[in-house]
């Protein structure tokens, strides 16, 4: 089973920033590609941020310039830096990572249990 710790949501001011974590665990034998997710009610989920194993990144267009994404693979975690933060920003940010079990099983997406990311004044 792949175990996803979430952490850093919370209540900020407009403007203000927040880090959230996410620490990967369980039966790994690669990561690739790492994401942030997030989701409002009664609206899909739309990815944030994704950072591949190579070093390359994508951010959402809401996002640029404000968020920055980065990992340390010596412990399969993720960090999603949020600065500049807007209303528009609450939702529920979930974690998610593409996971091989083994080496020779295809790569997987496995998915946190989400942290709730208010902004408000």
């Known amino acids: 089973q792949v175990q996803f710790v979430e952490s850093g949501g919370g209540l900020v001011q407009p403007g203000g920033s927040l880090r959230l974590s996410c620490v990967v665990s369980?039966?790994?034998?690669?990561?690739?590609?790492m994401a942030w997710f997030r989701q409002v009610p009664g609206k899909q989920r739309e990815l944030v941020a994704r950072s591949g194993s190579g070093g390359s990144t994508f951010y959402a267009d809401s996002v640029t310039g404000r968020f920055t994404i980065s990992r340390n693979n010596a412990a399969n975690t993720v960090f999603l830096q949020m600065n500049s933060l807007k209303t528009e920003d609450t939702a529920v940010y979930y974690c998610?990572?593409?996971?091989?079990?083994?080496?020779?099983?295809?790569?997987?997406?496995?998915w946190g249990q989400g942290t709730q990311v208010t902004v408000s004044s």
């Open positions: 998610s990572a593409a996971v091989a079990i083994t080496g020779v099983a295809p790569l997987s997406n496995y």
């Open positions: 369980g039966s790994i034998w690669h990561i690739s590609s």
